[in-house]
C-alpha cells in the first residue's frame, strides 16, 4: 500500500495537470432512456510539451432540446395559416372590387372590408380576435356576392342600400385609422384591455352595418315581390277569363265538327 501511493505521488509530479475537463451528465428519465444511444462525444487534444492532455466535451441533445424544436415548429403553423387565409381574403376582395367598377359606391364598401383586412394584425395582438376579424370580413363578403349577383341591374333600392353601407364603413374605418395611429409599441402591453375593447366595438359595429344590410336588402326584395304580385294578381282573373272563352270556342269547333260529320255519313247511308 505505501508502494503505491509512492507511484502515484510519483506520477503526480511527472504528469501535469489536464488544461480543463467539463463533464455534462443529464438526468435521464425512463423516457429519455428508450431513446436511441447519441452519437460518441467529440474528443479534443491539446499538446503540453511532452505529455498530451486530454479533455472530453459530452453534451449530447437531450430531450427537452428536442421538445423545444417541436414547439418551435409548432408555433410557427398558426402564424403560417393565418396569412394564407388572410392572402385569400384579400384576393377574393380584390377580385370583386374589379367586378364592382360599374357602381363606385360598391366599390368603395370592398376597399373599406379590405382596409379592415390590411389593418387587423396591426390593432391587434390576439392571434384569435384577428383571425375572428377576418371570419367576419369573409362573411360579409360573402354575403355582398349573394345579395348582388349582377352589378348592372342594380334596383334603386339596392343602391340606396350600397350607398348606406359605404357611408357606414367609411365611418369605421376613419376609427379604425385613429386606433392604429395612437398605437404605440412602448403602451402597447399597458393598453392591450383598451385596445382590445375597441377593436370590439368595432367588430361590433361592422356586424351591425352587416345586419342592416342585410335587412334592408330583404325589404326591398320583399317590396319587390309585393308589387309583382299585385300585377300579376289582376292578371289571373284575365287568364281564367280567357281559358273558359277558349274552351267554349273548342269546344263549339268540336260540337259543329261532329254534327257535320254525322250529317255527311246519314247522307251517303240514304244514297246507297
Known amino acids: 500500500m505505501p508502494r503505491a501511493l509512492r507511484l502515484l505521488r510519483a506520477v503526480a509530479r511527472v504528469v501535469p ?17 428508450a ?7 467529440h474528443v479534443l487534444v491539446l499538446a503540453s510539451g511532452s505529455t498530451a492532455t486530454v479533455a472530453t466535451l459530452d453534451a449530447p441533445p437531450t430531450t427537452a432540446n428536442r421538445k423545444a424544436r417541436v414547439l ?7 402564424s403560417r395559416a393565418r396569412r394564407t387565409a388572410k392572402d385569400v381574403l384579400l384576393l377574393s376582395l380584390d377580385a370583386l372590387s374589379e367586378s364592382s367598377d360599374v357602381f363606385p359606391p360598391l366599390k ?10 390590411v389593418r387587423a394584425e396591426l390593432i391587434s395582438d390576439n392571434k384569435d380576435q384577428v383571425r375572428a376579424i377576418y371570419a ?18 342594380l334596383s334603386p333600392a339596392h343602391k340606396a342600400a350600397i350607398e348606406a353601407l359605404a357611408q357606414h364603413l367609411s365611418a369605421i374605418c376613419t376609427d379604425l385609422e385613429m386606433v392604429v395611429k395612437k398605437r404605440s409599441l412602448a403602451l402597447r402591453f399597458l393598453r392591450a384591455k383598451r385596445d382590445s375593447a375597441q377593436i370590439q366595438d368595432l367588430s361590433k359595429r361592422l356586424d351591425q352595418a352587416h345586419s342592416a344590410f342585410t335587412r334592408t336588402m330583404l325589404s326591398s326584395m320583399h317590396i319587390t315581390t309585393t308589387q309583382i304580385l299585385d300585377c300579376v294578381q289582376p292578371m289571373r282573373v284575365e287568364v281564367h277569363r280567357l281559358y273558359r272563352l277558349g274552351l267554349l270556342f273548342f269546344c263549339n269547333r ?19
Open 17 to 33: 495537470p489536464p488544461l480543463f475537463i467539463i463533464h455534462r451528465k443529464a438526468r435521464t428519465s425512463p423516457a429519455e432512456a
Open 35 to 41: 431513446l436511441p444511444a447519441p452519437e460518441e462525444p
Open 108 to 117: 368603395s364598401v370592398v376597399g373599406g372590408l379590405r382596409f379592415f383586412v
Open 254 to 272: 268540336i260540337d259543329l265538327y261532329t254534327e257535320t260529320r254525322l250529317q255527311h255519313i246519314r247522307h251517303r247511308e240514304s244514297g246507297s
Open 72 to 78: 418551435r415548429f409548432k408555433s410557427k403553423r398558426p
Open 136 to 153: 367576419q370580413i369573409g362573411s360579409f363578403a360573402e354575403s355582398l356576392v349573394r345579395a348582388i349577383p349582377d352589378v348592372t341591374a
